[in-house]
């Protein structure tokens, strides 16, 4: 099942880029796992084709390890807690020259802290509950659309209430994915150079 109501929202990015994000899983307070690819599918073996491109994401977390490449993703040690990292260099600008665009991912997981601290963030309204709120530098974002993606992979859009709110449908025991885009238009500075149109997207994984 592809990603398709976020793809929705997605329409002007290439196609690799369109269809993956960022996303971090961690069990309980063992290694990081960082994945590149598309969380709605079952990763392929061996990981996504296009996962050579993460190559640095930046860890807000105190890292106690050296990042180690594995197949399909990144592992390291960090600190106990919930783990952020974020990356703006895994796809290039795209586009035409005073038209182009970019894309920043922003990854966290965890649900224990009900705070956010990337500009972009899909934080739980208390420790360990199942509301959550869509933060973008530092203020609610009503209206937002989050993706759920389950543990068996099947998905649900929620929309955001005027205080940035979800609530995650309660179904099996196992690991959920929230995902949330916000596109920007303006002059923005990235690694790759300046482009008009920078795509946020940020995902929040949790066990239950």
Known sequence: MKLFALAAVLFALPSAAAAHEVWIERDSSGPARIYLGEPADVLPEGGDPEFEKLVAPRLLSPVTGPVARRAGFLEVAVAPGDV???????????????????????????????????????????????????????????????????????????????????????????????????????????????????HRIATTTFVR
Do not use: C
């Open 84 to 198: 952020r990292a974020w990356d703006d260099s895994v796809f290039q600008p795209w586009g035409e020259a005073g038209k182009r665009e970019s894309v920043v991912y922003y990854a966290r997981a965890g649900r224990a802290e009900p705070r956010a601290t990337m500009p972009l963030e899909i934080a739980p309204v208390s420790a360990n509950g199942d509301r959550f709120t869509v933060i973008r530098d530092g203020k609610p974002v009503a209206g937002a659309k989050v993706l759920v993606v389950s543990p068996d992979k099947w998905t649900r859009t929620l929309v955001a209430n005027d205080a940035g709110m979800v609530a995650v449908p309660g179904r099996e025991a196992g690991r959920y994915l929230l995902s949330v885009s916000i596109r920007d238009e303006g002059d923005h500075a990235t690694p790759g150079g300046p482009v008009a149109v920078l």
